[in-house]
């Protein structure tokens, strides 16, 4: 069975920082380009970031630049999003989605992050 499975999302001041990981199983993790995607209230669903199959491309969202990390650890089956300087703005359901070529195929089930004072 295919799984996609988010965790380190939580309440978070302003400035701060978390870092959510992505557990996959049930398929080649390796083989797949790994992306960050979130989707607040009453918006369309973002794409934050991006990493290529091997780690070697990396995109992210003007949004997030500079303050978000994207990562991934093959041998552990298992994607990251750090992210630093949180705003109110980042609050939102994240998603991390597996892609091969250019479409998308598995997607987890989301984790809330939530940026208040």
């Known amino acids: 069975q295919v799984q996609l499975v988010e965790s380190g999302g939580g309440l978070v001041q302003p400035g701060g920082s978390l870092r959510l990981s992505c557990a996959a199983s049930g398929f080649t993790f390796s083989s797949y380009a790994m992306r960050w995607y979130r989707q607040a209230p009453g918006k369309e669903r973002e794409l934050v970031a991006g990493?290529?199959?091997?780690?070697?491309?990396?995109n992210y969202a003007d949004s997030v630049k500079g303050r978000f990390t994207v990562s991934r650890d093959n041998a552990k089956n298992t994607a990251y999003l750090q992210m630093n300087s949180l705003k109110p703005e980042d609050t939102a359901v994240y998603y991390c989605?597996?892609?091969?070529?250019?479409?998308?195929?598995?997607w987890g089930q989301g984790t809330q992050v939530t940026v208040s004072s």
């Open positions: 989605n597996a892609v091969i070529g250019s479409r998308s195929k598995y």
């Open positions: 990493i290529s199959s091997a780690g070697g491309t990396i």
